[in-house]
């Protein structure tokens, strides 16, 4: 088969030109024609031949003829059988890319197709061929970027449809144009660079792509920087993009950021351009020292504080704020021995604040000259200038204040035995006040002391005890004894000091052991039974306790041959017989002796019942009632005991009769005295009870004489109960003491109210009450309604005279004169 190529120039149509089927030919041979070199006029340049192997015919195809590097030369000057590109619009127009010829058969006797992409596969209908002639044509524009070459087959059948030769291959390469930009890969690069880098220093990189072929200048990209907005401070690559520094110089003191225009060519810099922008920051080095405001500061402290501010110092620094190489660190260097200064900075405007730790003392010293250093956290580059004013100088004056007393020694600790009588010193808790240029006067005082023991001399300070201590006090904590103690000068406004005064009792042995029990049962014989166990207890505490030392008392020699006595441990010891003892009570007698100094004995009665024993050392069932009955009560203590009742109820019997013996002579001697009295009484009605037939009357003397009532000595006696109260439930009422003075009667009225309504003998306040009939025959008669008059100008109250002595009062007042 042969493959013929049309001119698509304005040319005379070209003689058909046979495609060799040689495979040893040179690769750099172009296509001739059949007529040779001479006749073949000049269509492709050098650079688009290509040698036809494996029956392959390859095409050429541009799409924008006028985007070439370089116009194209004379045909003449072009080699034989050579081709230039093409516009692909005008392929498209004149419709013919090639044509394809066999030999076996004549023209109009073959029937051509081709398949493969472009034709019957996607993209579907871009070329096409006429079946007859063998022509193929273009039928749509070519994208090289989408579609970059086609690989179709050709097929020459007879018009039976048998195949005449083999299928030959057909590949189109659709040759780039440079017809697409170069595209940053984003709008904005940003870098960072440390200030003052030297020369040559990576800040960042641009990079930018390009759609069209990369192995062709149309996508040969050069990068450059059209503005820099100052000096020439960065350069970038042109091949790689890179961004570096070329100058020394960069100070983001002066210039904190810059912004760099970039450009993006293709054709090797000739071509398409994109533009972009690059941000570059500066980062911050300390290469500012901080520097003081001024050379000195004068500041004033209040003496006897501390955790207070006293001042501020005002540093400069040009770096950044808010980092390392801004942060200004404070160091005192002289003027302060004793560390009662410090220096913190201030986060916020990196000021210095000068605060007092330890509290000052004006009488020992008034000024404080100090010398101050400033530098930052992060250490100063070696090449920055040093600081003018690293150094400054504080004058701290210190104000003279009223200081609180202080105590000599706080708290003080002293002990005391217990029992002390009133009277014993316990210590001197005196202070001192600090102002020793002020004449001043201290004062003592007790702020607390919760058993009221102590008593402290109001003008030294000595501490002695005013009543005697109880042992089992529950202010005493492991033997300890806690009061406070105030000392306070005269200034104005006074100033006061506390002192903790720390007291321990000292435990004294003023108690003797005691048996517990001073009882118990022990078999008859020794080899039965394990004997009595006997304890004892002290009040006292260690060391004045335990261990105790039980001995059988000597005065009775007879106990050492009958029994014996054993120490078990510190408290415990063990009675046993030594020989067979009669059953029954038998009353020994035991000395008891503690470890205190010195130590305390007492001889005490041990009842100790013998009973018959079994094998398992219990007492049978038998003397259970011996042992019962023998319980340590004789007969003596028991008639001791009876003559003791009956002595104690005499006595009751004797007081109740005095008692009302005097409940009516005090009675009789208070009518009596009160006939005359006319100020108002109140009257006992019982809630309402009773009527005006009830003259039991409360006199008001109770309340205004208290102290006269109770020298008659008469009880106040029981309020009778209401009548509404549920039988039974009647409360004992508690005795109360009578006012002692005019000023306590509102605390005696109000607590007796209290009580009232706390007595659960009677309903609340506001359950419904049942009165009595108040009878019937009364002389006042019925009371007047409040409506029936609008005044009391038609009263008479003459008949108020006829009442008695109470009311003349109230007939002078109301009635005529």
């Known amino acids: 088969m042969r493959e013929n190529v049309r001119s698509l120039s304005d040319r005379p149509p070209l003689p058909h030109l046979t495609w060799s089927p040689a495979f040893g030919s040179a690769p ?60 692909a619009a005008l392929l498209l127009a004149l419709g013919l890319l090639a044509q394809i010829k066999s030999d076996k058969q004549q023209l109009g006797s073959v029937i051509y197709s081709i398949q493969g992409p472009g034709v019957d596969e996607e993209p579907r209908g871009v070329f096409s061929i006429d079946k007859f ?31 005449l030769e083999e299928p030959t291959d057909l590949e189109i390469v659709v040759v780039d144009q440079n017809d697409n930009r170069p595209v940053f ?61 070329v100058q020394v110089g960069l100070d983001r003191e002066v210039v904190a950021v810059y912004n760099l225009t970039l450009q993006v060519a293709d054709m090797s810099g000739d071509g398409l351009t994109a533009t972009a922008s690059a941000i570059i920051t500066l980062e911050d080095i300390n290469d500012n020292a901080p520097e003081f405001t001024g050379d000195q500061f ?40 004793d560390g009662q200064f410090t220096i913190r900075t201030d986060p916020r405007t990196n000021e210095g604040v000068l605060s007092v730790v330890k509290p000052l003392d004006y009488e020992s010293r008034e000024w404080y000259d100090l010398k101050v250093a400033v530098q930052n956290e992060a250490p100063l580059q070696a090449a920055a200038p040093r600081a003018e004013r690293g150094q400054a100088r504080v004058s701290v004056q210190v104000r003279d204040v009223n200081e609180a007393p202080v105590f000599q020694e706080n708290p003080l600790r002293t002990s005391l035995a217990e029992g002390a009588a ?97 009882w118990g049962s022990l078999c008859s014989t020794p080899d039965r039974g394990s004997g009595l166990l006997l304890g004892a207890t002290d009040e006292d505490l260690p060391p004045h306790g335990a261990p105790f030392h039980f001995q059988l008392s000597p005065r009775v020699p007879e106990l050492a041959r009958n029994w014996s006595l054993s120490q078990v441990n510190v408290s415990h010891a063990r009675l046993r017989p030594k020989l067979r003892v009669p059953e029954g009570l038998h009353r020994l007698s035991l000395l008891l002796q503690d470890s205190g100094q010195p130590p305390q004995q007492r001889e005490q009665p041990l009842n100790v019942t013998v009973c018959r024993c079994g094998q398992d050392g219990a007492c049978l069932p038998g003397a259970a009632a011996l042992r019962a009955g023998g319980a340590g009560i004789s007969l003596g203590a028991l008639v001791i005991m009876l003559a003791s009742v009956i002595l104690l109820l005499l ?42 037939e009830d003259q039991d009357a409360y006199d008001i003397d109770q309340l205004r ?53 706390c007595d659960p003998s ?49 007939a002078d007042l109301y009635g005529p004169p």
């Open 185 to 245: 890969r984003q709008e904005v690069f940003t870098g960072r660079v440390l200030e003052g880098a030297v020369p040559g220093t990576y800040v960042t990189r641009a990079e930018a792509t390009d759609a069209d072929d990369p192995e062709t200048d149309n996508a040969a990209l050069r990068y450059s920087i059209l503005e820099q907005g100052g000096p020439q401070l960065f350069s970038i690559d042109p091949l790689t993009g890179e961004i570096r520094t």
């Open 651 to 692: 006595l009751a019997l004797l007081v109740a009769l005095l008692a009302r013996f005097r409940q009516q002579s005090w009675d009789k001697r208070l009518l009596h005295g009160l006939q005359d009295d006319l100020r108002d009484n109140i009257l006992n009605y019982d809630e309402q009870g009773g009527g005006e």
């Open 28 to 87: 750099d041979t172009c296509c001739h024609s059949a007529a040779g070199p001479a006749q073949a006029p000049p269509l492709l340049p050098p650079h688009t031949c290509y040698h036809s192997l494996a029956r392959t015919l390859v095409l050429s195809l541009t799409r924008v003829l006028s985007q070439q590097k370089a116009p194209l030369p004379p045909p003449d000057t072009l080699p034989a059988a050579c081709y230039r590109p093409m516009d």
């Open 705 to 757: 004489h208290p102290a006269e009532l109770a020298a008659f000595g008469a009880p106040l006696g029981r309020p009778p109960l209401r009548r509404d109260a549920p039988f039974g439930r009647a409360r004992p009422q508690v005795t109360r003491a009578l006012p002692t003075s005019p000023a306590d009667i509102a605390d005696f009225i109000n607590d007796g109210l209290e009580a009232a309504d």
């Open 422 to 518: 009133p009277g014993t010193p316990v210590a001197t808790f005196s202070a001192r006040d600090p102002d020793t240029q002020q004449l001043q006067r201290l004062s003592y005082s007790k702020d607390y002391d919760p058993e009221d023991w102590l008593q402290v001399d109001g003008a030294t300070g000595r501490v002695q005890t005013q009543r005697v201590l109880s042992p089992s006090s529950p202010f005493l904590k492991d033997g300890w004894y806690r009061a406070i103690i105030l000392a306070r000068d005269d200034a104005s406004p006074p100033s006061t000091a506390t002192g903790t005064l720390s007291i321990e009792i000292l435990e004294v042995n003023d108690h003797a052991p005691e048996l517990s029990p001073p």
């Open 133 to 163: 002639t063998g022509k193929v044509s273009l039928n749509a524009m070519l994208d090289r970027e989408k579609t970059d070459r086609f690989r179709l087959r050709a097929f020459a059948l007879d018009l039976g449809g048998a195949t």
């Open 298 to 337: 004068f500041m004033e402290a209040a003496e006897a504080v501390s955790g207070v501010d006293v001042g501020r110092l005002e540093v400069e620094d040009r770096d950044l704020p808010g980092s390392p190489n801004w942060a200004a660190r404070f160091t005192i260097l002289e003027g302060d021995p």
């Open 762 to 810: 009677v309903p609340p306040y506001d359950t419904a009450l049942i009165y009595d009939y108040e009878g019937d025959g009364s002389l006042a008669g019925t009371l007047s309604s409040i409506l029936s008059s609008l005044d009391d100008e038609d009263q008479d109250y003459s008949c108020l005279r006829e009442w008695g002595p109470r009311f003349s009062r109230l």
